[in-house]
């Protein structure tokens, strides 16, 4: 397996208060890892700095073999790496498709086309026209993934995506991450749910109050490990 992302010991901050404290993740070419533990744990403050949209201060931040600390979020995102940003955040005035064109901006070599991206999430066809806002809610949801895949990205971040919807959506969803790795893009993925992130990652890594408490495969962590890892008790 090639290394695709690694940090070794990331700090974050906001203003003084910090938010990480020392974080070693890291995320093999293809591989799909989940991120869980409790509200304010680090997870989405994580994403934020592996992305440049926060500073990674002056740490090792290694992705697809180049040093990214310290880069600008758009040469970060031109390197490879797309976010699917918690709330969607679609442009409510644009179609489907104008949102999902957006995302091909800095477009790199890759699978993804709105073809491919129809295809993926069939629902969207009908929609292709539609206002963003006119859609469900898991609706939304794909084209968020959509937008993101549109720039053939290495490595698709997602922040919570199943977060507030239904158990039939969140499957629909979650049925095309194979597909998205089938095409050689690697996922990171923000998870509240532990079931789901056990479900669909290979590796996980639980947060809490800006560290990494425990990390491992679904098979080998226990469901003891995990509760005394994300809530920090012990039974
Ligand atoms: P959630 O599931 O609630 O998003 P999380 O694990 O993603 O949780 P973060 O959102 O990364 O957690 O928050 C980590 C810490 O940083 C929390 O203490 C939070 O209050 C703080 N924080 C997050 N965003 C900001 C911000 N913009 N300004 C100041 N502090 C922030």
Redesign the pocket.
Known sequence: MTRLLETQGLTAF??D?Q??FGIDVSVDEGECVA?I????????????AITGM?PARGQDVMFAGQHIAGWAADRIHKAGMAMVP?GRRLFPSLSVEENLLIGAAGKRPGPWSLDAVYELFPDLVAKRHNPGTALSGGQQQMVAIGRALMSNPQLLLC??ISLGLAPKVIKDIYTAVPKIRAGGTAILV?E?DVGQALAVADRVYC?ME?RVTLTGTPATLTRAQIAAAYFGTTE
């Open positions: 906001y203003g208060f938010a990480l991120l533990g409790s509200n304010g744990a680090g997870k989405s403050t994580f994403l934020r926060i918690e922040d919570e923000v509240q947060f800006g």
